[in-house]
């Protein structure tokens, strides 16, 4: 059965199956629904627990496939847990694959398999289809930013704290979001500070200042976002990151340059009369492309696009050490002007 976090909550009491799978990428979720799984087969009597932390690609196979193997009826019930660091290789997949058809000969066993996220292609392979046909596998999803400030609302509702109502409450909670972006740990672990250092109730702007400190992290799909979006604020928070830990300009060019190149046969082939899913499809457009890309390609010309292709070029030059008499000499200065004018072009239509 394939399921989801948090949906996996209701639909656990209901099903009679001791294989589970849970893979995602969002570290504290992960591991809240493994703990939830414990905890739930803890209370069905489970006394022996064999935990196995795979951390590299030499394995003892063997002796991991021996802890579902040569049980009895008559044997205590067992929980066997494998948490993966990475996506096991083909010989990994094998012996998953052998240790859950042992699972199902023996009901006294449970298996947890923890894997890190997954692609469609690895959800084909047999050992995935094994376990959606006769166990449970839980898809952990990343909390994206739309979503961050409900989770954050959610969180401080367990402990009994509230941001205040009106203007007050939404200043305090867009501040929140914006120290915590992408670091889910640590917003988790800022929402139990505010537990320790304040009492049940309503929660101030002030005191969330006074709190939270800027622990935000950002990967290369935020500042793609936040350039479609527009948003140049944003857009300047997540550079400054960036620059920080010394992220290479040509990287961050030619993931600039791949969304431009998009965005530029996309529009073509929507003015061809093709269908956004028709051009998706033709183009393998998904992900965050595939939410801001429709307003764009509504209402910005192809020529627009090659433009800005033409001028990544010449920043190009920049950063591998030529001149331009277009963009500043300094790769980094260069490359965030030409970011900032890329997000300009798309805010012009952000309102529509």
């Known amino acids: ?65 021996l802890s579902t193997a040569g049980l009895d009826w008559f044997s205590p019930q067992k929980l066997v847990t494998v948490q993966f660091n990475q996506l096991p290789n083909k010989e990994g997949l094998l012996v998953l694959q052998e240790m859950v058809s042992n699972v199902c000969k023996n009901r006294q066993i449970y298996l947890i398999i923890v894997l890190p996220k997954t692609d469609r292609n690895f959800q084909k392979n047999a050992f995935f289809t094994q376990v959606d046909k006769i166990g449970m596998a839980i898809q952990v999803e990343k909390i994206m930013l739309n979503q961050l400030g409900n989770w954050i609302v959610e969180r401080l509702n367990r402990q009994n704290q509230r941001f205040k109502s009106g203007e007050e409450g939404r200043k305090a909670l867009a501040y929140f979001v914006a120290q915590v972006e992408g670091n889910l740990l640590a917003a988790h672990q800022e929402i139990q500070k505010m537990g320790l250092l304040y009492p049940t109730g309503e929660i101030e702007y002030s005191q969330v200042v006074e709190v939270i400190g800027d622990v935000a992290r950002y990967d290369i799909n935020n500042l793609t976002e936040a350039i479609l979006q527009g948003n140049l604020p944003r857009l300047q928070k997540i550079m400054q990151h960036f620059e920080y830990i010394g992220e290479s300009e040509v990287y961050l060019l030619v993931v600039a340059i791949n969304t431009l190149r998009s965005l530029f046969n996309a529009c073509e082939l929507k003015q061809n009369g093709l269908s956004n899913m028709d ?31 033409l001028e990544a070029q010449e920043v190009d030059e920049v950063i591998k050490g030529g001149k331009s008499s277009s963009w500043p000499a300094v790769p980094a200065t260069a490359l965030r002007a030409f970011l900032f004018r890329f997000c300009t072009v798309c805010g012009k239509v952000s309102s529509h």
């Open 1 to 65: 059965m394939l399921t989801t976090y948090p949906q996996f909550y209701n639909q656990l009491s209901s099903l009679e199956v001791n294989v589970f799978l849970i893979h995602g990428d969002e570290t504290l979720l992960v591991l809240e629904t493994l703990d939830y799984l414990k905890n739930d087969l803890k209370k069905k009597g489970i006394t022996e627990q064999i935990n196995w932390q795979i951390m590299a690609s030499k394995v003892a196979w063997h002796d991991i496939w």
């Open 279 to 309: 051009i998706f499809n033709q183009l393998k457009i998904w992900g965050i492309n595939k939410t801001w890309f429709p307003n764009l390609m509504a209402h910005i010309k192809p020529r627009v696009w090659a433009s800005l292709l």
